[in-house]
């Protein structure tokens, strides 16, 4: 969630396999079925840490067992890991506050986009906002590929050496 800016795990457990794929030479998530509204559909680049962690072969393997959806466990109930998050784990850390919630991950990654310098439009296009600067629609360059190379200056300190 930390590497996508998704609002919740619902968007995530909504994933379908057929939606990870490569698009201009990039893998990507195509958030089809994300929900605010239509801006928040779009393409988010893959990390290359979760690469480097091996998602892809995560994805390859799950293709290959005839699932179809991203996390197939959480298929039942979508929200299951944001209330786990948001009712369990942060308050057994007894750090569980208005402000310290699942949703927070996403202002995390707006945050580290921030501070790597990433233009504010690829931030939004990243995230899902929709562009409102008039600049954005002259972005020459494949917006998938300056979308994934401003993301990539992103590090949260992934993969942990030795994991």
Not at 134 to 139: H, L, N, P, Q, R
């Amino acid at each position: 969630m930390l590497y996508t800016g998704v609002r919740n795990s619902s968007e995530m457990a909504r994933m379908k396999l057929e939606n990870i794929y490569r698009e201009q030479g990039v893998p990507v998530f195509y958030l089809a079925d994300a929900s605010k509204n239509q801006g928040s559909k779009r393409f988010v680049p893959i990390h290359d840490d979760l690469g480097r962690l091996g998602f892809l072969d995560y994805v390859e393997n799950l293709k290959k067992s005839g699932d179809t959806l991203l996390f197939p466990e959480w298929a039942k109930r979508p929200d299951k890991v944001n209330d786990w998050f948001n009712d369990k784990y942060l308050v057994e850390l007894g750090i569980k506050t208005k402000q310290k919630v699942f949703y927070c991950f996403r202002h995390t990654l707006a945050t580290e986009l921030a501070r790597s310098g990433v233009p504010r439009e690829l931030t939004k296009m990243i995230s899902g906002h929709a562009p409102q600067e008039v600049a954005s629609v002259y972005i020459q360059d494949s917006p998938i590929r300056l979308m994934a190379a401003e993301l990539n200056k992103v590090k949260f300190g992934l993969p942990i050496p030795g994991l």
